[in-house]
């Protein structure tokens, strides 16, 4: 079946450490998004990238870093510089600049 | 300046009523797209429907119907007969220029739809 598998479904940060969420679509997707939701404020823009090797910066990406070396994969580190990680972070792929997106299950993380 | 707002924080409802959510966007591009999505407790977005600028058609998908007005700049959503299913958390968002270089999406804060039995 096609779609976007995010994973962990959930995942606990240690003070200081690094995580990383994994995003992969086997969509033949060419961008791929991350969104960060918190409790009543909506969804907002991280990263995203239209194909490989190339991503942007969204609205809040202080404290986040990517990578796109697939097609398929678009994963997300939040770094110790990120200081509020707690929320649902959520992968969405499109097949164009002009397609739809579609989401990942997400991820929930939370703070030790 | 781009922006969505679902004034609607929650809304309970008992089944089988009819309930609206509500969706007024701001932007000042002349073409756009415009989303519903559904969030259940599960987390994942699932897509409802996508209606661009130029189209304002109502749109009717079973119990589901969209009224976008550009004159009020509103694009609500109708649920017919609400059903237990339905409770979730509604988004409405915004894509500017058919997508563009970006196909960034502004979502509102969303609407918590309860349906009770």
């Known amino acids: 079946d096609g779609g976007i598998t995010q994973s962990p479904k959930y995942l606990f940060r240690k003070e200081g450490q690094n995580v990383t969420l994994s995003c992969e679509q086997n969509?033949?997707?060419?961008?791929m998004y991350w969104y960060r939701q918190d409790p009543g404020q909506g969804l907002r823009l991280i990263y995203y990238s239209q194909i490989v090797n190339d991503f942007q910066k969204g609205d809040i990406a202080e404290g986040y870093s990517v990578s796109r070396e697939k097609k398929e994969s678009f994963p997300l580190t939040v770094t110790s510089a990120q200081k509020n990680p707690t929320a649902f972070y959520l992968c969405?792929?499109?097949?164009?600049?002009?397609?739809?997106?579609?989401f990942g299950a997400g991820t929930r993380l939370s703070v030790l | 300046a781009q922006k969505v707002t679902q004034a609607q924080t929650e809304i309970s409802v008992v089944e089988k009523e009819d309930v609206t959510l509500d969706c007024v966007y701001e932007?000042?591009?002349?073409?756009?797209?415009l989303f519903w999505y559904k969030q259940p407790p599960s987390g994942e977005l699932v897509f409802l429907i996508r209606?661009?600028?130029?189209?304002?058609q109502n749109e009717i998908s079973g119990r589901y119907s969209w009224n976008f007005q550009k004159s009020t700049s509103s694009f609500n959503f109708t649920i017919t007969a609400s059903q237990v299913v339905d409770s979730a958390v509604y988004f409405c968002?915004?894509?500017?220029?058919?997508?563009?270089?970006?196909?960034?999406?502004?979502f509102g804060t969303g609407t918590l739809l309860a349906v009770q039995p």
């Open positions: 969509l033949n997707h060419d961008a």
């Open positions: 968002a915004l894509s500017e220029g058919y997508g563009g270089a970006t196909n960034k999406l502004i």
């Open positions: 969405a792929s499109t097949r164009s600049g002009r397609g739809i997106q579609y």
């Open positions: 209606r661009n600028s130029f189209d304002e």
């Open positions: 932007t000042r591009d002349t073409t756009y797209y």
